[in-house]
Nanobody
Framework: VQLQACGGGLVQAWGSRRLSCAAS????????MGWFRQAPGKERNIVAA????????WYTDSVKGRFTISRDNAKNTGYLQMNSLKPEDTAEYFC????????????????WGQGTQVTVSS
């Protein structure tokens, strides 16, 4: 599976942005996926995760109520809708997939896309 994330850019505080993660390969629909972020000088952390069907989701506390993870398996694409963005959300965002159908909130994903930069100005 190859993943390609896009949709990053510069956005004002309290604005919105939607990230997309396009996957190649027919097995993407059976894999769980997640979104991660990494700010300069900091470690990479998970932001949200979703099961293969989209029926189960998980969010880190700092984005609950603001971010929504989803997927469209017919399009082999995952999404991260980000609302009410804050300057502290500024980071490079990565999508990833793992060879299991459920949720995974650790870093041990099997496939990673390149990052897309999100910069939130105050």
């Amino acid at each position: 599976v190859q993943l390609q994330a896009c949709g990053g850019g510069l956005v004002q505080a309290w604005g919105s942005r939607r990230l997309s993660c396009a996957a190649s390969g027919r097995t993407f629909s059976s894999y769980g996926m997640g979104w991660f972020r990494q700010a300069p000088g900091k470690e990479r952390n998970i932001v949200a995760a979703i099961s293969w069907s989209g029926g189960s989701t998980w969010y880190t506390d700092s984005v609950k109520g603001r971010f929504t993870i989803s997927r469209d398996n017919a399009k082999n694409t995952g999404y991260l809708q980000m609302n009410s963005l804050k300057p502290e959300d500024t980071a490079e965002y990565f999508c990833a997939a793992h060879r299991a159908p459920g949720l995974r909130v650790a870093l041990d994903y099997d496939y990673w896309g390149q990052g897309t930069q999100v910069t939130v100005s105050s």
